[in-house]
């Protein structure tokens, strides 16, 4: 279950989020648990879980280790700043700061060579949709980022599908909608790495992920989690999400 956190919250914010959010899931067993803050709060945030489960990553990196490259942040540093994990392909950096399939693969590879768990997004918009072409879309975004990696480095990452027409609109994918877009991108893993990789890769679902709909959604055996954007920004929401099953 990882929160994006988009750019909301100073490192104060982070902190108050914090001690309201480590007691409710103190307890939590059954999966990883992801904040992923700004890059300015993740010290902070490191800092705040201390001691218990939750781990933190970073929203975007750039793939260079360092230079001349102004405003870009990297692997080495992320990981230096004892991050784990880190998004990559948002819908909102796809759309908004020119990201392709092409600058997303090299951003993995940038990823897990310092050692990152990358989650990377992948999702159509409501034109494709509306025009049948989800299917073909996701293909797509598949097979020209995440499917080039080799075995190794495919096993090291998680998929997130987020359908854009649903990311902080308010209107969820119904789980059958969702289901269906997950089986879809674990069958091009399937026909990529085989039937192991595609039974062990973890899709979680991503867009307006809800406390009163994470049940649902998470009663299709096709998704593993959820990548959850304005519901992780208060400690009581993001919790009931992370405890959906007690
Ligand atoms: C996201 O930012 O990845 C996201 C899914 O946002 P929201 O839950 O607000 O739709």
């Known amino acids: ?25 103190a307890a939590t067993q059954y999966c990883e648990i992801v904040i992923c803050p700004p890059f300015t709060n ?10 218990t489960r939750i781990q933190v990553g970073a929203q975007n990196l750039y793939w260079a280790k360092e230079g001349a490259f102004t405003g870009e942040v990297s692997g080495p540093m992320i990981r230096a700043a004892a991050a784990a994990y880190v998004i990559i392909g948002h819908s909102e950096r796809r759309q908004y700061f020119g990201e392709t399939d092409a600058t997303v693969l090299k951003k993995i590879g940038a990823a897990l060579e310092a050692g990152l ?9 409501l034109e494709h949709r509306e025009a049948g072409q989800t ?14 990696l080799d075995d190794r480095e495919f096993a090291q990452v998680v998929i997130a599908y987020e359908p854009v027409w649903a990311i902080g609109t308010g209107k969820t994918a119904t789980p059958e909608i ?16 085989g039937e192991d990789a595609a039974g062990q890769v973890r899709i979680l679902y991503g867009g307006s992920v809800k406390p009163d709909n994470v049940r649902s959604l998470m009663a299709q055996t096709e998704i593993d989690g959820a990548l959850v954007g304005g519901a992780s920004l208060d400690p009581v929401s993001f919790a009931s999400i992370v405890n959906f099953q007690s």
């Open 117 to 125: 768990t990358p989650i990377v997004c992948v999702g159509e918009l």
């Open 135 to 148: 299917d073909a879309v996701l293909s797509e975004q598949c097979c020209e980022g995440i499917l080039r």
């Open 178 to 193: 969702a289901a269906a877009a997950h089986r879809t991108i674990r069958g091009e893993v399937r026909s990529r790495y």
């Open 42 to 51: 993740i010290a902070a945030a490191v800092e705040a879980a201390r001691g």
């Open 1 to 25: 279950m990882a929160g994006n956190w988009k750019m909301y919250k100073t490192p104060a914010e982070t902190g108050s989020f914090f001690e309201k959010f480590r007691p409710l899931v």
